[in-house]
Structures are given as structure tokens and as C-alpha cells.
């Protein structure tokens, strides 16, 4: 047997085939770039684009919203399960126990067709939603609000969490995010929800170990880090030695750096604008009189970071401060994340069971060599490897 090539954290390996989405040439989504997406499309359009393969046309956005909207409920044990976490129980934890014991709730769990994976797509689309804004209301003590049905995606989960519409410049702000989030080619969130399915396991277990993969800092929790950075600093007048410090401690300043994206991520450079303008918006309207401190710290930041290590904004870095600047809880960011890219999620459990083949690599061993088992009676004690 030859000994397959190794690469650490599979670094540019090709691990299977795709027509869903490609970084190369610019990030774009079944051949639509990201920046003519989110400056031509609504969320919901990128979404059934995602699960369908085409962009819809208007009849077609009415059914699949109407289908979506129609599943913005829970079921009630679901309720009562949420209620009854400890408190704890962060966001994007509850999200994944949800998402997990929706499962059991789908009457089309067990089945892998395409027909019925598009079906449990469109379910968990809605639902994720209701979930994130229920388990906040109730950690909160505050009413439940129901899901409105004439409401796209994000400005729906803004109605339900706020119990009031948002302005209409909030609402695009979400959107843009949300599009921007919404798919990212085998990341190891999709990655991982693609080697769940290969077993032939079902989307339900796909999603909720990817919601488990998305949670750590190093990918999408990474947006909730961005503000604990931004905050750390105080402000635009500390940020620079505050940032400097950091590095010679060898931190890692999160919402920089990219296993792919080596000197940009045009994600981040769309999403900017909407941050710096919701900083304004919002802080106007809340009489604050430094609107864009957080900006002028996210800008000394990134001028460290490109001189020092040549290291640039990822998505996660204007999405953090578009959120704060919402005046949405730091919690909430991941979860955002999740309710967007569950779109992405989906249609690549369905391509991966459309061909599927069971995703099984080789490990290089670095274990003891061969050797016999000692009779117990015999063995001394050894510590542990
Ligand atoms: C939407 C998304 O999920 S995008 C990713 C979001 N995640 C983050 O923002 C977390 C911060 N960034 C990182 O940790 C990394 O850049 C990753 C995990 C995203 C990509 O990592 P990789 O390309 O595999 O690089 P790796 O983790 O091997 O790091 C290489 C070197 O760069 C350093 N480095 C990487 N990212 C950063 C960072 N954000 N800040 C400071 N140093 C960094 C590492 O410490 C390491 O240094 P060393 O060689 O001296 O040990
Ligand atoms: O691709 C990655 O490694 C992480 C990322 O940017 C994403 O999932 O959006």
C-alpha cells in the first residue's frame, strides 16, 4: 500500500466536487458572484438559488416564501424543552439541541430523497429562526412573538426578537449578511454536515453537527470574539498598543486570517460599508456622540494587522460590528450565522446524497510500533501517552 500525501488540517486538499459555490476567481454562488448577488438579490432569492440551483423567478419567490413562512412554528414540546435549559445555555448551544430534536418532530426524518431533503430544507430555514428568537425571549422573561407570515427571512427574525418591525435600513443591513454568510464551498462547518450524510445518516444529524462545528472560534464563533476585541481596546486611542500587545503575546486577533483567503476576503470589504453606515444610523438615533468609535478601532486594527502579519479581515470582522451596531446581544452572532448558512448546509447534504460516495481519509500513525500484550499479572504501571 502506498502512503497517501499528508497535509495538516487538509490544507489544500480537494476532498470532493461541488457545483454549489468556488472561491477561485472570486467568491460566487452556482456562477453569480457574491457582489452582484447582494446588490441585486434578497436573501430569500440567494436561498432558493442555493437549494434549487437557480436564481427564481417571482412566482416561484412567492410559493417558496409562502411555503417558508408557513413553517415558522414549533412544535410544542420543542417549546417547553427550551424553556426548560439551564440558563446558562448560550444561543448557539440551544440552536443545536433544537435543530437536533426537530428531528424527531419531521415526519420526513428518515427519508434521503432529494424531494423530501428539500422539503426538511425549507422546514429547518424557517424554523432556525423561531428558535434563536424564542430561546432569547424566553432566557429574557419577555413574551413570545409570534412569526409574521408577510415577512421575508431577516426581517422576520428582527420582528420576532424585537417584538416590533425594524427600519427598512436594518433590515437590508441583515440581509446583506446573511447573503454574504450564506454559503462558503467545504468550510469544516459544511464539510463537517457533508462526512455526517456520506454515512447515509440524515440532513437533521447533518445540521446539527455542523451547527457543532460552526460554534468554535476558529470559525463562525469567531464573529461573537470580534466584539469581546473591538471592546478589550477601548477605543480608537488604545487600539494600536492594545493590538501590538496582543500579537507579542501571540494571540490571535479573531476576524483575521483565512485557510483560503490569503490576501482579502471580498466578503468583509462588502459588508464594511453596511457597518460603518449602521454605526452612524444607530448611534444617531441613540444620541451617542462618538458614532463610529468601533469603526476607527476595526480601521486602526486592520492597518496593524496588514503590516505586522500581513493579515486581513475576514467576513466574521464586519459582521461582528454590524450586529453590535444593531444593537443585537453578542450571543445572538453565531446563531445569525447558522440561520443563514443553513441554506448552504442543505444544498450540500443533497449534492453529497445525489452522489454520494462514504467520506473515510487515511491517518498517518505516529503510534508505538507493534508490539505483544503482557499478561496483567504482569505489567508494571505506565503513565499514559
Ligand atoms: C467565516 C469564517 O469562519 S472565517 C474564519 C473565522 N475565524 C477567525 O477569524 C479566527 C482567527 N483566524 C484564525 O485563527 C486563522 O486565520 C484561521 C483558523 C481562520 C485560518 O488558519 P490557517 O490558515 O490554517 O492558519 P494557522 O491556524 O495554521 O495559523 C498560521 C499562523 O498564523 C497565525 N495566525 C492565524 N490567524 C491569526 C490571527 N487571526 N491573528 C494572529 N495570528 C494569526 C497563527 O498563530 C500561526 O502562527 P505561527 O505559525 O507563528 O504559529
Ligand atoms: O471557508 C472557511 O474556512 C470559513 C468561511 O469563510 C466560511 O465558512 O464562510
Redesign the pocket.
Known amino acids: 500500500m502506498t502512503t497517501p500525501a499528508y497535509s495538516p488540517g487538509l490544507e489544500g486538499v480537494v476532498a470532493g466536487e461541488t457545483a454549489i459555490c468556488t472561491?477561485d476567481g472570486g467568491l460566487s454562488y452556482r456562477g453569480y458572484g457574491v457582489g452582484d448577488l447582494s446588490a441585486h438579490c434578497s436573501f430569500d432569492e440567494v436561498a432558493y438559488l442555493l437549494l434549487y440551483g437557480e436564481l427564481p423567478a417571482a412566482g416561484q419567490l412567492k410559493e417558496f416564501q409562502t411555503r417558508v413562512a408557513a413553517a415558522r412554528r414549533l412544535p410544542a414540546p420543542l417549546k417547553e424543552l427550551l424553556a426548560a435549559l439551564p440558563k446558562w445555555t448560550t444561543p448557539l448551544d440551544a440552536l443545536r439541541t433544537a435543530v437536533s430534536a426537530l428531528g424527531h418532530f419531521d415526519q420526513d426524518a428518515a427519508d434521503n430523497s432529494r424531494d423530501a431533503n428539500l422539503r426538511k430544507a425549507e422546514r429547518l430555514l424557517a424554523q432556525i429562526p423561531v428558535v434563536i428568537a424564542d430561546h432569547y425571549r424566553i432566557a429574557k422573561g419577555l413574551p413570545e412573538v409570534l412569526a409574521r407570515q408577510d415577512l421575508p427571512h431577516a426581517a422576520n427574525f428582527l420582528y420576532m426578537l424585537r417584538g416590533a418591525e425594524a427600519a427598512p435600513a436594518e433590515v437590508k443591513a441583515l440581509d446583506v449578511s446573511l447573503i454574504l454568510?450564506a454559503e462558503?464551498?467545504f468550510?469544516?462547518?459544511?464539510f463537517a454536515a457533508r462526512v455526517i450524510v456520506s454515512t447515509l445518516s440524515d440532513l437533521h444529524s447533518g445540521v446539527t453537527g455542523a451547527i457543532g462545528a460552526l460554534k468554535g472560534p476558529l470559525?463562525?464563533g469567531a464573529n461573537e470574539k470580534v466584539m469581546d476585541i473591538l471592546l478589550a481596546t477601548g477605543g480608537p486611542d488604545r487600539a494600536e498598543d492594545w493590538t501590538r500587545a496582543a500579537l507579542a503575546r501571540k494571540e490571535r486577533i479573531m476576524g483575521f486570517g483565512?485557510?483560503?483567503y490569503k490576501t482579502g476576503?471580498v466578503r468583509a470589504g462588502i459588508l464594511k460599508t453596511y457597518a460603518r453606515t449602521a454605526a452612524e444610523a444607530n448611534a444617531a438615533r441613540a444620541g451617542e456622540n462618538d458614532p463610529l468609535k468601533w469603526e476607527d478601532t476595526a480601521d486602526i486594527i486592520e492597518r496593524v494587522m496588514a503590516a505586522e502579519k500581513n493579515m486581513f479581515p475576514?467576513?466574521d470582522w464586519p459582521a461582528g460590528r454590524l450586529y453590535h451596531a444593531m444593537k443585537l446581544e453578542i450571543p445572538l452572532y453565531t446563531p445569525i450565522f447558522a440561520m443563514s448558512?443553513i441554506s448552504g448546509w442543505a444544498a450540500h447534504v443533497i449534492e453529497q446524497l445525489d452522489n454520494n460516495r462514504l467520506i473515510r481519509p487515511r491517518a498517518l500513525y505516529k503510534g508505538p510500533a507493534a508490539r505483544s500484550v503482557k499478561p496483567l499479572a504482569e505489567r508494571g504501571e505506565q503513565s499514559a501517552g
Open positions: 472561491v454568510y462558503h464551498e468550510n469544516a462547518s459544511t470559525h463562525g483565512h485557510r483560503v476576503d475576514n467576513l448558512r
